[in-house]
């Protein structure tokens, strides 16, 4: 009996916690070009932990890669963050 209650309980937990883990995570943050000055705000997905310094190590890379430096993260959200932040991120929304 043991053997079948321990495979239905971590089958039930694992299903209790997909949900969580399915849930979206977002940054928005500033970010920066040089010569000339161009600044930008924008909202991006966020793989992995969802705190603010994974964000800032992801997004780093990933605005590096199209010439931007990273100035700082503002926050970090989920999807009911994201309607409120379309507007303002622009062209920049989910972009990087």
């Known amino acids: 009996m043991r053997h079948i209650i321990l495979p239905l309980l971590s089958a039930a937990l694992i299903a209790v916690a997909l949900p969580a883990s399915a849930a979206g995570c977002y940054a928005d943050y500033k970010a920066k070009q040089d010569n000339p ?3 930008h705000y924008g909202v991006a997905q966020i793989n992995g932990p969802c705190d603010a310094g994974n964000a800032k190590a992801e997004l780093s890379s990933r605005l590096a890669a199209q010439g931007w430096t990273l100035l700082n993260i503002l926050s970090v959200f989920g999807e009911e963050g ?5 507007d303002s ?3 920049n929304y989910l972009r990087f």
């Open 37 to 39: 000055l161009r600044l």
């Open 82 to 86: 994201l309607a409120q932040r379309r």
């Open 89 to 91: 991120a622009g062209s």
